[in-house]
């Protein structure tokens, strides 16, 4: 059970726009930054937002994040078939001695 | 461009130390947090801890009892220990760097899988 909730999975065609949604508390997502990761399988997660909606260098400004309270959301828009990957949410978490909690992480199929 | 490359027994039996290693080349090992993730498909990303230049230490309370960090700056790596093993501790391990050290992981090891089995 992850400490921040995604969905599974969600699906989109090419050039359409999806969104991924990640829910936290007020002791990670509420006060601490979200980071998004994308991860192709068989491969490292690459960092692809940080503090809550900077995009990583050369990550195409298709993609976008915001975050709201406890909330936090990814879309894509534009989805193109080199999107399909798991995308993972991340944030600290300052409960107990504090500790970085991540999302289940959400497959994304693209059509 | 930073890159870090890790390395480590892979097959181990219950009640043994698990043991990685992760080198950085190509930028500085100083003024940053240098981090241990772990994956499993059931269990999915877990934070295991982290470690800083000066050698101060961070660690997921879940595991902290059974994890030792340590680093060797005159050859940039930086160093998991995870004790008496068992098959939960199955799963590809990362390292990765940390720029701030709240998470915000922006270099990661290319991944080891690490399998507990008797």
């Known amino acids: 059970q992850s400490v921040l909730t995604q969905p599974p999975s969600a699906s989109g065609t090419p050039g359409q726009r999806v969104s991924i949604s990640c829910s936290g508390s007020s002791s990670n997502i509420g006060f601490n930054y979200v980071y998004w990761y994308q991860q192709v399988p068989g491969t490292a997660p690459k960092l692809l937002i940080y503090r809550d909606d900077q995009r990583t260098s050369g990550v195409p400004d298709r993609f976008s994040a915001s975050k709201s309270g406890t909330s936090a959301s990814l879309a894509i828009s534009g989805l193109r078939s080199e999107d399909e990957a798991d995308y993972f949410c991340a944030s600290w978490d300052d409960s107990l001695t504090g500790l970085m909690v991540f999302g289940g992480g959400t497959k994304l199929t693209v059509l | 461009q930073v890159q870090l490359q890790q390395w480590g027994a892979r097959l181990l039996k219950p009640s043994e130390t698990l043991s990685l290693t992760c080198a950085v080349y190509?930028?500085?090992?100083?003024?940053?947090?240098w981090s241990w993730i772990r994956q499993t498909p059931g269990r999915g990303l877990e934070w295991i801890g982290k470690i800083n230049h000066r050698g101060y230490t961070d660690y997921n309370p879940s595991l902290k009892s059974r994890i030792t960090m340590s680093l060797d700056t005159s050859e940039n790596q930086f160093s998991l220990k995870v004790t008496s093993v068992t098959a939960a501790d199955t799963a590809v391990y990362y390292c990765?760097?940390?720029?701030?050290?709240?998470?915000?992981?922006?270099?990661w090891g290319q991944g080891t899988l690490v399998a507990v089995s008797s």
């Open positions: 990765a760097r940390d720029h701030t050290g709240f998470g915000e992981l922006t270099n």
């Open positions: 190509g930028g500085s090992f100083s003024g940053y947090y």
